[in-house]
């Protein structure tokens, strides 16, 4: 009894010194903490590009998981100037820590010209901190620099080729030169955009070719022009001198059986044609929505196409064959003497014996082999430069994807297949998405004209200085610059 005095005073010391321990290790915990060395992590989204253009955006995000970011700072810097884009500092977050900013997302917007920034080199510098107590208390640093160019000049464009003609559903080709390489140059016809390709001329790797097409049922002139964009997002366009020959469509119609969609149903087998319709339903199923998607894969083939001429001289027409329909026909369709769809025809049918030998139109590559709906059994031979030519109902193919082919050389043979009435070799063009007339590719005349004398004008002009360039920041040669963001 006489010792319960004694027992809490010997246990309050016991619990004191718990205290004092504990508090002692959790200090010791939180210097430990507080101390660590591991520096913030940076990273970029997109990655900052080799060039800066008039308005570049990136995300800058900084994390640090243990001590959380300290500050973030990001400059540019130019002939000894320093200019600060950002620049924040979250702080720890309290002493344990509890608010500290793990991760810190940051967009950064870039206008040389609003900053005063000139043309030419310049370093973007990123710098960023943790909390962490080492360095005095700086935390762990990180830091990050970037070589840039600042360049928010448009590229300079040159047409190269004279003022020609063009008509819907034909094949125009412009030439010009650059005064920088441009990822993105072609025409521009409305709004379709048809890609350019450069590095054709050795001693000149800035002049360009582009093939180009008016869609078949322009009625009116459409404003094409040449269009480049540099690395740094600069764009230029420029008129492309044409004149526009008016085209009227032919116009034919086509009556549609009973009897006749019976007999061409066993060719969609498999597909999922609507199942509880009648014939009339099914046909416009094949004839407009199977055609739509043929359509979409026939250009998804033509996405891509070889960056040099393979093909020479004139485009060879199937040999002893008759034309049965031509290009551009609108055909309106009629069953029971109404009229229920209307389709435009956008190659050439030709009909020679039954499973005729189909040559090859020119030197390419073969780009499709297989069935492809309402034309059936097709092919694909990429000429390079985005000319195709197109070869449909066949009823046997003897090439491959991938392979070479050699003009006149026999691709397979014509046929049924698809939506086709009788045996025949439906033949098109393409210049990338678009079906033209394969009338002026089988036209010497034309090609020579309109192809091959450009090219030879530009071959001999190679390597010569683009001296009608506009002087900088002028307009001489007609570009129009700037005009970004469309
Ligand atoms: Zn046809």
């Excluded at 090219?455 to 010569?464: L, M, V």
Aim: with cysteine; net charge positive.
């Amino acid at each position: 009894m006489a010792s319960f005095p004694f027992a809490p005073r010997r246990m309050l010391g016991g619990v004191l010194l718990l205290i004092a321990a504990s508090a002692v290790a959790g200090l010791l915990w939180l210097v430990f903490a507080r101390l660590e060395g591991t520096p913030p992590t940076v990273s970029l989204q997109p990655a900052v590009p080799a060039a800066v253009g008039p308005a570049t955006e990136f995300t800058v995000t900084v994390e640090d998981p243990q001590t959380g970011v300290g500050r973030l700072r990001v400059e540019l810097l130019q002939s000894g100037r320093e200019v600060r884009l950002l620049e924040e500092a979250p702080g720890s977050g309290g002493i344990f820590g509890r608010e500290k900013t793990s991760r810190l997302i940051r967009k950064v917007s870039l206008d040389p010209r609003a900053l005063g920034l000139a043309e030419g080199p310049a370093v973007l510098r990123i710098m960023a901190e943790d909390s962490s107590w080492r360095r005095f208390g700086r935390g762990n640093a990180v830091e990050h620099r970037f070589d840039i160019r600042i360049d928010t000049r448009p590229p300079g464009i040159v047409n190269r080729a004279p003022q020609t003609t063009v008509a819907p559903g034909g094949t125009g080709l412009a030439v010009y030169q650059l005064t920088e390489p441009c990822p993105t140059n072609g025409v521009r016809v409305n709004e379709e955009f048809f890609p350019g390709f450069g590095g054709l001329f050795p001693e000149d790797p800035l002049l360009h070719l582009a093939f180009f097409a008016l869609p078949h049922d322009a009625a009116a002139p459409p404003a094409i022009l040449i269009e480049a964009v540099d690395e740094a997002g600069n764009r230029a366009q420029m008129r492309f001198p044409a004149f526009f020959r008016k085209r009227t469509l032919r116009r034919d119609t086509i009556p549609v059986s009973d009897a006749f969609i019976r007999q061409i149903l066993p060719e969609f087998e498999g597909l999922p044609l609507p199942s509880d319709a009648g014939l009339k339903e099914k046909f416009l199923w094949i004839n407009r929505d199977l055609r739509e998607e043929n359509y979409r894969a026939i250009t998804a083939v033509t996405r891509r196409s070889r960056p040099e001429i393979l093909w020479e001289g004139p485009f060879l027409r199937m040999p002893n064959s008759a034309q049965r329909a031509g290009f551009a026909e609108r055909r309106t369709y009629l069953y029971a003497d109404r009229p229920i769809d209307q389709q435009d025809h956008l190659g050439i049918d030709l009909a020679s014996t039954a499973q005729a030998p189909v040559p090859a139109a020119n030197a390419g590559v073969v780009a499709f082999v297989g069935p492809m709906g309402i034309y059936g059994r097709t092919i694909l031979i990429d000429h390079g430069l985005g000319l195709f030519t197109m070869y449909s109902h066949l009823s046997a193919t003897a090439v491959s994807p991938g392979e070479r082919v050699a003009r006149e050389q026999i691709l397979g043979r014509t046929g049924t297949t698809g939506l086709a009435a009788g045996d025949h070799l439906h033949f098109s063009v393409l210049v990338h998405h678009r079906f033209v007339d394969p009338l002026e590719w089988w036209d010497p005349l034309w090609i020579r004209e309109h192809v091959l004398q450009k090219i030879e004008a530009a071959r001999q002009g190679a390597g010569t200085p683009p001296a009608a360039l506009p002087a900088e920041g002028g307009g001489r040669s007609g570009a129009r610059r700037p005009a970004r963001g469309r």
